[in-house]
């Protein structure tokens, strides 16, 4: 099955730092790869996608992502955090095993930027 | 900019009644999902539809779910027969065609059973 592992429940970051938000996968065949933000209260707003190409992928609010096949991971980034950066972030695989096209999410990773 | 949109925002009901959770995808998308968060734990799989029928379902999607697209813009949840443990935030998600990966979440709907 494919999967996608979050090690890190929580990421601290002082603003103005870059942040950077781990993930890494376990897929059979080609990955491709998504980062979701959840707000308080909110539904999952897609950031950016890894499909094929460059492996430095570029999305929403300043967000960019690098995809390393031989460390299997898609980090999420970014060169100045922001207070209101602060939310839950989903790293996700799609997932062909069932027959559909399911996305497959990790634990998550809480980002708290402080002041 | 087109979105998901979700009612309730939050249901409340009794241990074995039935709740229908609603759905309007974005317009134009052809694939239809449902999700599950319960609270503090990761988002699961429910179920996708296309084409009118279901092409995938999770362990979770027992025979107390069933989903319906009754017309051209709604995509509904059922849950016939409520558990305690249903109770979480449901998503509805969308998505424009196979080869557009992305899906696409409304705000959720959190289902709190008593």
């Known amino acids: 099955a494919q999967s996608v592992a979050q090690p890190e429940d929580q990421v601290n970051v002082a603003e103005g730092n870059p942040l950077t938000v781990k993930c890494t996968y376990s897929v059979s065949g080609n990955p491709y790869l998504f980062w979701y933000v959840q707000y308080p209260n909110r539904g999952l707003q897609f950031l950016l996608k890894y499909i094929t190409g460059d492996n430095l992928v570029k999305g929403s609010y300043g967000f960019e992502a690098e995809f390393n096949k031989s460390q299997t991971s898609f980090h999420l980034k970014k060169p100045s955090a922001l207070v209101s950066d602060s939310a839950l972030y989903f790293c996700a695989v799609r997932d062909l095993t069932g027959g559909g096209n399911k996305l497959t999410f990790g634990t998550g990773t809480q980002l708290k930027v402080e002041l | 900019e087109p979105e998901v949109t979700q009612t309730p925002s939050h249901q409340v009901t009794q241990m074995g009644q039935e709740v229908i959770l609603r759905c309007v995808p974005i317009?134009?998308?052809?694939?239809f999902y449902w999700y599950r968060q319960i609270l503090g734990q990761k988002v699961e799989f429910l179920v996708s539809f296309y084409n009118n029928e279901i092409s995938e379902k999770s362990e979770i999607f027992d025979d107390q779910f069933s989903v319906e697209r009754p017309d051209g813009s709604n995509f509904t949840l059922k849950i016939r027969s409520t558990k305690l443990e249903d109770s979480a935030m449901y998503f509805c998600?969308?998505?424009?065609?196979?080869?557009?990966?992305?899906?696409?979440f409304g705000p959720g709907t959190r289902l709190t059973v008593t």
């Open positions: 998600a969308s998505k424009k065609m196979d080869s557009s990966y992305e899906q696409y």
């Open positions: 317009s134009n998308h052809l694939y």
